[in-house]
C-alpha cells in the first residue's frame, strides 16, 4: 500500500512513518506548513521542519512540504477569533484535524496517488469484525489512556476512517519512544508539543486575540442576586467553568465560597457567575453532530466526555444533545463533546449554550 505519512517533526510521526515501512508498505513523508506567523511551541516552526527531513533521511523516505497556510488561517484561526468573540470557547486541535489534516491533506494525498494516510495520533482504527460487509471501521482509544488522542479524532467519517492509519496508537509513549532511540532516529527524546502552534509563549492567547479583535470588559452578576460583585477586562478571555481571576464571596451567608463562569453575554457585557453546583446540568444541548459511522436513534446509551482527557460520563442520545444520567458539569459552549460506547467512538458534536 502506498502512505503518505504526515510528519510533525515529533518523535509520534517519526515512529508511525518508520512502522509503515516495516509494515512493507511504500511510504513517503509530508510536513505540513500550517502557520506563517511566529510559532515557538507547537508543530510549524522551521525547526520542526527539519527534524521531519532528518527522519525522512534515516529512514530513506522522500520528504515534502505541503503549505496549507491560507486554509488553515480560513478553517482554523478565524474561526478561533470569532468563537472567543461570541463568547465561546473553541477546540482549534480539532478543527484543525477536522479541515485541514484529514480533508485538505487526504484530499491531497489521494489526488497524489496515495491508498492512505498515517498520522502519529494514539488511536487506533480497526475493521469492525462484526460488519457483516466487512466495511466498516472503529476508531478506538489509544492503548495508552494519558496520550489518549481518539477526542480530538472523533469528527472522523467512515470515508477517513477507511483511508487512514494510526500505527502508534497499539503503544504506550514509552514504547514510542524507545523504538525511536532503537533504530536511532533523532526525535527519541524530543519533548511534546502541548500548546496551540500559532500562539507563541511570548504573546499568549490573550495578546494574541487583542491583535486580532476588540476586547470589551465585563461586570460579574451573582446569578442568584443578580448583582454586579466584580470585574473583568475582557469577556472575550472568560470560559464557561472558569474559576480563576473570578474571586469569592457569592451573596449573603456565602463568604469565601469560589465563583465560576455560568455564561458570557458580550453583547451586555456581563458573565454570569455562580457556585459549583451552578455548572452542573441533566442535559448537554449539542450542534454539529457528526458520527464516525450511523447516527445513533434517541434513548442509545453512550458515554460523553467534554475534554480530551475528562472522565466518561453517563447519558442517553436525544433530539438535539444528550442527557446525563446524573447532573454533570456542562462542556463550555464551543468545545467537542465525543460520544463513545467504553473504548470504541461514536461520533461527537459542539457544546451550546
Known sequence: MKVLVAMSGGVDSSVAAA???EAGHEVVGATMKLWGGVSDSGCCSVADVEDARRVADK?????YVFNFTSEFNEWVVDPYVAEHGRGRTPNPCVECNRRIKFDRFLDRAIKLGFDAVATGHHARVVRDESDPGGGRHLLMRG??????QSYVLAVLSQYQLRRCLLPVGEMTKGEVRDYAGNIGLGTALKPDSLDLCFISSTVGRDGFLAERMR???ADLVDVRTRDVIGRVPAAEMVTVGQRRGLGRGLGPGREGERRYALKVDIASRQVLVGSSEDLLADFQPLERLSWTSHPLASGSAVLAQTSAHGPALQ???EAGG???VKPERRAAPGQTVALYDRDVVLGSGI???
Do not use: E
Open 19 to 21: 512502522l509503515c515501512l
Open 59 to 63: 529512514l530513506g523516505i522522500p520528504h
Open 143 to 148: 492503548r495508552d489512556p494519558l496520550k489518549d
Open 215 to 217: 476586547l470589551h470588559p
Open 315 to 317: 447519558c442517553v442520545v
Open 322 to 324: 444528550v442527557r446525563f
Open 351 to 353: 457544546a451550546s449554550s
